[in-house]
Structures are given as structure tokens and as C-alpha cells.
């Protein structure tokens, strides 16, 4: 299972949770059903639903580092062109 669940996601994934429980409590018990799904996804990164509709709100870890690597190698690129 790939991570598609982002850390907003989650939080509002517990609230939802954490409603899910009381309602399940004070209305009706299939409302621990919602409170199940939103804490397991939650807790889990992972949402089936999303992959179904290609949706992913996790951020790309390997962004940040080809973005970082690219700027020193340009960096350095520069720095030698002007040496010369």
C-alpha cells in the first residue's frame, strides 16, 4: 500500500473520527462505521477510494532533493564557467 493520504488529510480524517463516535453514540450506531474508516485511513496514510479516483494528497518526498541536487549542480556549474 502507497501512501495517498497528506498530513491535512489526516487530521481532518480524525475529526471526522472522532464525530463518527459520537453520533455513533448519541444517534445511531452506524456511525462508528464512519469513525472506523476515518481513523484507520488516518492512521494508515492510505485511502482506498482515493486510489480508485487517482487522487494522492501526500506530498512527493523525492521533490525536495532532485530540486536541491539540481541548484548544487547548477551551482557548481557556474562557479567552474566563471573560473575559467
Known sequence: ???NVGKTDKIIRVIVGVIG???GYYVSPWFYL???AGF???VFGFC???TLFGINTCP???SKKKENSETSAQAIQEEGNSTK
Open 48 to 50: 482506498m477510494l482515493y
Open 34 to 36: 464512519l469513525a472506523v
Open 40 to 42: 484507520a485511513t488516518a
Open 1 to 3: 500500500m502507497k501512501h
Open 21 to 23: 463516535l459520537a453520533l
Open 60 to 62: 512527493v518526498e523525492g
